[in-house]
């Protein structure tokens, strides 16, 4: 198994509309959120994550951010993870810096683990010293790949979209 982070490519859109289907047909409705916000038309969600990460264009309250898919023997993509540039009073409560998802065929297989993983360590070449992350307090797995992350619990904060308690963690990088 080569799992590798890429950045959202043309060479892979079919992979990627055959890995949002699966996300839709299990009633995951906001991965991939740019994607629904460009109308599904895949030129524009490409664009529009080129111009999220150079901080162009952003919807209301967003920071810049980065999208990475998720992509294994460089040709089947199984999750998609998103990094925020910065943290926001908001994001402080809910979100952090960063984001993720895999693919409803593809859990349980470690791939979330290992995603978490390259994605830590994309962030020590980017020159971060730490990163926070937030994660729903029934979310067993999301906790789990967390804390094999290194992550450390530092507290909790009611979600103003859920209403629901969220986990505070930061991992040192
Ligand atoms: C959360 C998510 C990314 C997990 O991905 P994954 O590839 O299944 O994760 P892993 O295979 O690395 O599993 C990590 C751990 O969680 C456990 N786990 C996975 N799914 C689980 C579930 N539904 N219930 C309980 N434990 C679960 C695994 O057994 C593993 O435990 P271990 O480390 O003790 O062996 C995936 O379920 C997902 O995309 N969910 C929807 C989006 C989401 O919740 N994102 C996180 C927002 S903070």
């Not at 890995?19 to 991965?31: C, D």
């Not at 264009?57 to 998103?82: Q, R």
């Not at 978490?116 to 906790?143: G, H, P, Q």
Request: hydrophobic content about 40%; aromatic content about 12%; proline content about 3%.
């Amino acid at each position: 198994m080569d799992l590798k982070l890429v950045k959202p490519t043309k060479f892979l859109e079919a992979e990627f509309r055959a890995a949002i289907s699966e996300f839709r047909k299990n009633g995951e409705n906001q991965i991939e959120s740019a994607f629904a916000r460009s109308n599904y038309n895949f030129d524009t969600y490409l664009k529009m994550t080129k111009q999220a990460e150079a901080g162009f264009a952003l919807p209301e309250g967003f920071v810049p951010f980065t999208t990475y898919w998720s992509v294994v023997d460089d040709k089947h993509v199984i999750g998609f993870c998103n990094f925020r540039h910065y943290l926001t009073n908001p994001l402080m409560i809910e979100g952090g810096h960063i984001g993720y998802s895999i693919r409803p065929s593809e859990r349980r297989k470690g791939y979330g683990t290992q995603q978490l993983a390259l994605l830590l360590e994309a962030c020590r070449w980017m020159a971060y010293e730490k990163v926070m992350l937030t994660c729903d307090y029934d979310n067993i797995a999301s906790a789990k790949i967390i804390e094999a992350n290194g992550g450390v619990c530092s507290g909790e904060a009611i979600s103003p979209r859920s209403l629901k308690k969220v986990l505070h963690y930061w991992i040192n990088l």
